[in-house]
Structure formats: structure tokens, C-alpha cells
Nanobody, 124 residues
Framework: QVQLVESGGGLVQAGGSLRLSCAVS????????MGWYRQAPGKQRELVAD???????NYADSVKGRFTISRDNAKNTVQLQMNSLKPEDTAVYYC??????????????????WGQGTQVTVPS
């Protein structure tokens, strides 16, 4: 069973920083892209940032210059460093990963996995 477990959310004042972390556990063959999404109350889930297995990154315009995504392939983790936080960053943040598992010796399967979410609150 593949699991993604997030940590690091909380309440922080505007202008402050938080660091989210997500660890992948279980049995798998390879992790492709990893990323962070967020969902604010009454809004759709949106991409915050993602990173390829080779380290290429992509950011939502709203977080460019403030957030940094990184990953440790040896530890199967992905982090999101969030600086200069704003009230509009308040949301539940979800870790996401595209993971390849071995179904049989002759068959691989690729699926998208999600963490349980961690709340980030920046009071106005």
C-alpha cells in the first residue's frame, strides 16, 4: 500500500513562513512528478507547485517568488517552503505524487496518489 503523509501545517501570521513536508511510504517502483495542491473553502483544488523526478519545477503565478518546492529522491519526500505568507494562502494543502508500482513481474501500473491534507491558516 502506497501512502503519502503530510506534516508541517499550522497557523502563522501574515508575512511568516511555514515548511510542509510529505513522505511516501509503501512498496513502489518509481516516483514521477510530485506536487502540492491546495483547496480553500468554497474553491476548487488548485496546483501550487510541482517538481519532476529530475528536479524541474513549476509554480502557480500566485506563489512565484514566495514558495519553493524541493524533493529528496533518496528519502522519497517532497517539501514546500512557504515564505511571505498571505491570508489568501489559507487552505488545506495536499501532497500529490504520480507513482509506478509493480503489479506483476511483467506489468507496471501508474497511478496518482494524494495525502490526507494539512491545514495552513494565515489570519487577515
Amino acid at each position: 500500500q502506497v501512502q503519502l503523509v503530510e506534516s508541517g501545517g499550522g497557523l502563522v501570521q501574515a508575512g511568516g513562513s511555514l515548511r510542509l513536508s510529505c513522505a511516501v511510504s509503501g512498496s513502489f517502483f518509481h516516483i514521477n512528478d510530485m506536487g502540492w495542491y491546495r483547496q480553500a473553502p468554497g474553491k476548487q483544488r488548485e496546483l501550487v507547485a510541482d517538481i519532476s523526478s529530475g528536479g524541474s519545477t513549476n509554480y502557480a503565478d500566485s506563489v512565484k517568488g514566495r514558495f519553493t518546492i524541493s524533493r529528496d529522491n533518496a528519502k522519497n519526500t517532497v517539501q514546500l517552503q512557504m515564505n511571505s505568507l498571505k491570508p489568501e494562502d489559507t487552505a488545506v494543502y495536499y501532497c500529490n505524487a504520480e507513482i509506478i508500482v509493480i503489479v506483476t513481474p511483467d506489468e507496471l501500473s501508474k497511478s496518482t496518489y494524494w495525502g490526507q491534507g494539512t491545514q495552513v491558516t494565515v489570519p487577515s
